[in-house]
Every structure is written in C-alpha cells, then in structure tokens.
C-alpha cells in the first residue's frame, strides 16, 4: 500500500521558516522523483520544488528559488522542504509527490500525500 505522509507544517510568521518531511512507504522510494507542491484555498495546486533520485538535481519554482531546499534521505524513504523567509501568500496546504518524470505539473505525479497546512501571519 503506497503512503506519502507529510508532517512539520504549522503556523509561523512572516520571514519565519519551517521544515516540511514527507516519509514514504509501499513503493521504492529511489526509484522516483519526489515533489512538493502547496495549494492556497480558492486556487490551483502549484508547483514548488522538485528533487532527482539521488538528490543530485533540484528544481523549483521562480517564486521560492533561494529560500526554499528540498532534499531527501533514501535510507529513510523521506523527502524534506526546508523553507525561509516565509510570505503570508505561500500559506496553504503542503503535498509531496511522488513521480517517474522532470516536471511542474501536478498530473505527472503518479502517488500523492494528504498534505500538511501552513500559516503564515502578516
């Protein structure tokens, strides 16, 4: 049974930071592409950051280049968002994903999470 399940989300105020974990389970983690995407209410899940098998290439988005990282752990199946300087915009629901492909779009992720919120305050 395929698990992606994210924790470390909360509220944090604006220039705060947090750091996001998404621990897989049912599938070879080293095997995908691991993402992390958000979603803010009222609007379409976005891309955030995107790392390789290894961790070796890393991608993200124009918005958060510089003050977020994603890095894994293949030993522990687990994915990791460190983010800084945080904005009261980028509040919403955090989701890892897993997929097999270089990509922004949500539809190339084949297993997702059921999402960890955050809050920033103005």
Do not use: H
Request: with cysteine; charged share 20%.
């Amino acid at each position: 049974q395929v698990q992606l399940v994210e924790s470390g989300g909360g509220l944090v105020p604006a220039g705060g930071s947090l750091r996001l974990s998404c621990e897989a389970s049912g599938f070879t983690f080293s095997n995908y592409k691991m993402s992390w995407f958000r979603q803010a209410p009222g609007k379409e899940r976005e891309f955030v950051a995107q790392s390789s098998r290894r961790g070796i290439n890393t991608y993200y988005s124009d918005s958060v280049k510089g003050r977020f990282t994603i890095s894994r752990d293949n030993a522990k199946n687990t994915v990791f968002l460190q983010m800084n300087s945080l904005k009261p915009g980028e509040m919403g629901v955090y989701y890892c994903a897993a997929g097999s492909r270089i990509s922004t779009r949500s539809t190339d992720s084949d297993y997702w999470g059921q999402g960890t919120q955050v809050t920033v305050s103005s």
